[in-house]
């Protein structure tokens, strides 16, 4: 019985065997290692390997209540709770103080400069970036139409080229038009030399003379308008008064639209008007006439692009009347091949 009594007492002073085995806490503490004393690493570590650790913690005895965490808290911790409504993100406001300027702004010369570098190499320098600076003179030429035409009878031809040469805001325009038949005489032929100057950002006014060659020599005064409309109208318009008192005029309007980079289509549309019926050149009051076409043209090179297209004639109230009794057809259809250049 006593030996009975001696093993229960045994089996129960080791509560890791009990409670949570391979966990239990030595009942006594290691004891501390002598100063100087080499550690045993390696045979520590076989030891580890051989036989069980008995540094075993018994999580029984421990209180885990005070680990638990407060889920209100842990909402505030996690930002989840947090608010962003009191928190000022927007653009952050200076206060920017509003002053008029000192008084001596502005009471120093004009060209202080000139102090420093003096008057003359401050002047050679103001010239030569007003020249870089849009002050530069430019010739410009461009044959806009130079075609051959297709047509019921003769067949014909028609050149209308125009350049300038001048800057930005002034400039020397010359413009010259003309058409006829193979093997006749020319129908008609002009040429035009004008002042242009810069009168908003995309048109000019142009004043000056105009003579014509044929039919008959005939000199007129120039006052038009010249330039780019909004949605990229070209647009050309101006009258003309002869020195015989003949009040004409003519609008020109032409648009490129371009199919690629390089093939454009451009309709183009011209009226003509008199403020009198000029019997000699066969111009007829009022709305004397209209041509309306379509060129199709394609760019080789930015400055030379042959093109094809249609052009269609009409003459205008009297007018008509005036190329019947000459024997010329108040409707004409044209076949037109040619090319434009510019350099």
């Known amino acids: 019985m006593k030996y009975l009594i001696a093993l ?4 129960t002073a080791t509560p890791a065997l009990a409670q949570h085995q391979g966990h239990s806490m030595p009942t006594t503490p290691p004891e501390p290692q002598a100063e100087g004393q080499p550690d045993d690493i390696d045979g520590a570590e076989a030891d580890d390997q051989d036989q069980p650790s008995t540094m075993l913690m018994d999580h029984s005895k421990m209180d885990h209540s005070g680990m638990e965490e407060d889920p209100s808290t842990a909402a505030q911790d996690t930002g989840e709770a947090m608010d962003h409504a009191a928190m000022g993100h927007g653009p952050m406001e200076m206060d920017i103080p509003s002053v008029p300027p000192p008084a001596a702004a ?22 030569q970036l007003r020249d870089e600076q849009g002050g530069q003179n430019f010739f410009w030429f461009q044959g806009d139409r130079v075609e051959y035409r297709a047509r019921d009878g003769a067949d014909g031809y028609l050149f209308d080229v125009q350049g300038y040469y001048g800057g930005d805001l002034d400039k020397f325009w010359f413009k010259s038009e003309g058409e006829g038949s193979f093997g006749e005489e020319i129908e008609s032929a002009e040429i035009q030399a004008l002042y242009s100057r810069a009168i908003a950002p995309f048109f000019d006014l142009q004043a000056g003379v105009r003579q014509d060659l044929a039919p008959i020599d005939r000199t007129y005064a120039v006052v038009g308008i010249q330039g780019l409309a909004p949605y990229l109208f070209e647009v050309d318009a101006a009258a003309f008064l002869s020195d015989r008192g003949d009040l004409t005029a003519r609008v020109e309007v032409e648009l490129d639209q371009r199919i690629t980079q390089r093939l454009i289509v451009q309709p183009r549309v011209e009226a003509s008007f008199s403020a009198q019926d000029v019997p000699e ?8 006439s209209v041509e309306a076409g ?9 400055e030379f692009a042959p093109y094809i297209g249609i052009d269609q004639e009409w003459k205008i109230g009297q007018s008509v009347d005036f190329a019947r009794a000459a024997g010329e057809d108040p409707s004409v259809t044209n076949y037109v091949v040619g090319i434009r250049f510019w350099f």
């Open 8 to 11: 229960i007492l045994a089996s």
């Open 106 to 127: 502005g009471s120093g010369p004009p060209r202080a400069a000139d102090a420093i570098w003096g008057a003359d190499a401050m002047r050679e320098s103001r010239e």
């Open 281 to 288: 050149l066969g111009i007829g009051a009022g709305l004397d």
């Open 294 to 302: 379509l060129r199709l043209r394609y760019e080789l090179a930015r």
